[in-house]
């Protein structure tokens, strides 16, 4: 079993910063792939950025240059530092983990953006 647990969401301004925390606990290793997806209102989720088993990292071409994945293997967290945020961005900000085939989402933290 793999226990995700988001913090960091909240309110911010236009332009303004937030840094998206999961801690991941149980049978979970450096060696498994994590990453952020979002949901906004009435839209899919979709995957916002990833860090995969060997490393590789990847972001949806409407972050790019503005949010950063990272993850610190000793404290089995995850982070997400979001800059220059847009109206956009505005959604639920959930953590996965894939673990032996099984993908595990945290509850979710909300993120809202006012312009």
């Known amino acids: 079993q793999v226990q995700l647990v988001e913090s960091g969401g909240g309110l911010v301004q236009a332009g303004g910063s937030l840094n998206l925390s999961c801690a991941a606990s149980?049978?979970?290793?450096?060696?498994?792939?994590m990453g952020w997806h979002r949901q906004a209102p009435g839209k899919q989720r979709e995957l916002v950025a990833a860090?995969?088993?060997?490393?590789?990292?990847t972001y949806v071409d409407s972050v790019k240059g503005r949010f950063t994945i990272s993850r610190d293997n000793a404290k089995n967290t995850m982070y997400l530092q979001m800059n220059n945020l847009i109206p956009e961005d505005t959604a639920v900000y959930y953590c996965?983990?894939?673990?032996?085939?099984?993908?595990?989402w945290g509850q979710g933290t909300q993120v809202t953006v006012s312009s």
């Open positions: 996965a983990a894939l673990v032996y085939g099984t993908l595990y």
């Open positions: 149980g049978t979970i290793s450096s060696r498994n792939g």
């Open positions: 860090i995969s088993s060997s490393g590789k990292i």
